[in-house]
């Protein structure tokens, strides 16, 4: 289940880049903890029923109103909890107000919303593991401190189909950590199950996702493609990691959508989003697959001649952002049409 924690992440959320790691000093404690309650709204980043940043449109003070779209997208956010003071322990507190903040502001803010016209947002709070259990030598501690995680993205998963869902086509969107959670938890309860029949597609990004591995559901081959999962990887024209890397992994070109491998111009990118929520650059990035990662170049921007690392995994969604949400509004479509 865990194939995709054996490896170090190599880059953190942009927020935390530069700040002093405090990371768990002792093994993982196994220490019974109440489940959590996933009928509170307080345990969800984002719902349909409160009002959130990933209601945010770019560039309008109008918020998104989802709650009469046909479409769920359930999305498991990234790691947050990468390390400041106070950040000791193998899992988050869910309760962490702060550590909250900083993920409405960040992941929900600028990934979550990508989805808001495409489909009703459910992003469930859960107790990550902390950023440093990707590259920690203590395996056991760290494959604990990431099954805690699974358990709660599971719980709240099963949760919405239980009380939320009501029969409703959805989407699964998550990044990094979410997608450590989110490829086993479509293999587990949707692969070859009758949930397959409501998955509309699934965007499983910043982590290797093998190609075959589900056995039921296949890549996405185009735009239009339904019932299918799409993952990504964005390096810098010429950068390819030394592990993790390979034509057995997944990497779906975010701008043309087809896996055959052809280059895609920046004419084709209709937005990227960076820290200025509200600014979209239009055609600033290209795209091409390449070893199981999508190449492109260093992104324009004011003081972009800053940006100097190559793995471009802090902005895996946000490079393309506007071409991600019309993709998921097309594929709501297409699934709609065809379930008529």
């Known amino acids: 289940m865990y194939s995709y924690i054996k490896f170090t992440l190599l880059l953190c959320l942009l927020s935390c880049i530069g700040c002093k790691t405090h990371v768990p000093m002792s093994a ?30 770019p560039g309008s003070k109008v918020l998104a109103t989802s709650k009469d779209l046909d479409i769920d997208v359930f999305f498991i956010h990234p790691t947050t909890y990468t390390g400041k003071k106070g950040h000791e322990s193998w899992n988050a507190d869910i309760n962490d107000q702060k ?12 990934q979550a919303s990508i989805f808001n016209q495409a489909g009703r947002v459910y992003a469930p709070r859960y107790r990550q593991a902390h950023i440093y259990a990707y590259s920690s030598e203590d395996k ?26 009501e029969g409703r086509p959805f989407i699964i969107a998550s990044h990094s950590q979410g997608t450590t959670h989110s490829a086993p938890l479509i293999k587990k309860h949707i692969d070859g199950t009758p949930l397959k029949d409501q998955l509309v597609a699934a965007y499983l990004v910043g982590m290797p996702v093998l190609k075959d591995y589900f056995a039921h559901i296949k890549p996405c081959e ?10 990504w990887r964005a390096y810098r024209r010429g950068t390819t990691p030394k592990t993790w890397s390979g034509e057995q992994f997944l990497a779906t070109n975010p701008l043309h959508w087809k896996l055959d491998g052809s280059y895609a111009d920046e004419s084709l990118n209709e937005g ?26 260093r992104p324009k921007f004011p003081w972009s001649f800053l940006f100097t ?5 802090i902005v895996d969604f946000n490079l393309f952002y506007r071409n991600v949400q ?7 479509q297409e699934y709609l049409q065809a379930a008529k």
């Open 99 to 110: 550590l909250n903040k900083r993920t409405d502001e960040s992941t929900i803010l600028y």
């Open 140 to 165: 056991k501690s760290s494959e604990a401190a990431f099954q805690k995680a699974y358990r709660d993205v599971e719980a709240a998963f099963l949760y919405y189909m239980a009380h939320e869902n």
């Open 222 to 231: 185009d735009e239009r493609d339904t019932q299918c999962f799409m993952a």
């Open 28 to 57: 993982f404690q196994q220490v019974e903890s109440q489940a959590v309650d996933y009928g509170l709204l307080t345990h969800w980043a984002a719902h349909p029923d409160k009002v959130d940043p990933a209601d945010r449109v």
């Open 326 to 332: 019309q993709n998921a509004i097309l594929r709501a």
């Open 309 to 313: 690392r190559k793995n471009y995994h």
């Open 272 to 297: 990227s989003v960076f820290r200025n929520f509200n600014k979209v650059y239009r055609g600033r990035v290209n795209a091409e697959a390449h070893e199981g990662v999508i190449w492109t170049n």
